[in-house]
């Protein structure tokens, strides 16, 4: 029995962004970049993103930092999960090969430093919609909107967890 633990591997894809860049270098092409918050991982965040990678050889997600997800007025309890908690939940997934995130409202900054080969959203997005699409697109890219398979999300599954309490107190 090991009387030491050290950090399982998949935490090794946890990238703060200011070390993205040689990070990046180290990944096979073609890359495809995502974004989220991915606060409470469910069955159609882990399909998205095998889907996701499917469009290219490695899929770099990044995530809203706990400040950015406030701001998109989720509700004033979001995130569940704090974004460290978030990120090693995400690097544990096998579509995953790197983790990083970002603070701005929007990933446009970050997607310009990536520069990725594909660049992939969710089905609730139009192409022409997504930030950086343009971008991606100049620069010879591909852009998609993956239609959601299961209809999850994590909103949903909050409103049920909050219903449930509410009949419990009712109840009592």
């Known amino acids: 029995m090991m009387s030491e633990w050290s950090l399982p591997d998949f935490e090794q894809k946890i990238c703060p962004p200011e070390a ?15 974004n989220g918050c991915f606060d409470i991982l469910h069955r159609g965040h882990v399909t998205y993103l095998a889907q996701a990678k499917s469009a290219g ?9 706990d400040a950015s997800v406030r701001r998109q007025g989720k509700g004033e309890d979001r995130p569940i999960n704090p974004l460290e908690n978030r990120a090693a939940v995400a690097a544990a997934l096998e579509s995953v090969d790197l983790v990083t995130w970002f603070d701005d409202d929007t990933p446009a900054a970050l997607i310009e430093a990536v520069q990725p080969d594909v660049l992939v959203k969710g089905g609730d997005w139009p192409v022409e919609k997504i930030v950086g699409a343009a971008e991606t697109v100049a620069r010879g890219g591909k852009v998609y909107s993956i239609p959601f398979l299961h209809q999850t999300s994590t909103t949903q599954t909050l409103a049920k967890i909050r219903a449930a309490e509410a009949d419990g107190e009712t109840a009592q």
Request: aromatic share 4%; glycine share 0%; charged share 10%.
């Open 20 to 34: 993205l860049s040689e990070r990046l270098a180290a990944l096979p092409r073609p890359l495809v970049f995502t």
């Open 57 to 65: 050889t490695s899929l770099v997600l990044a995530l809203n930092t």
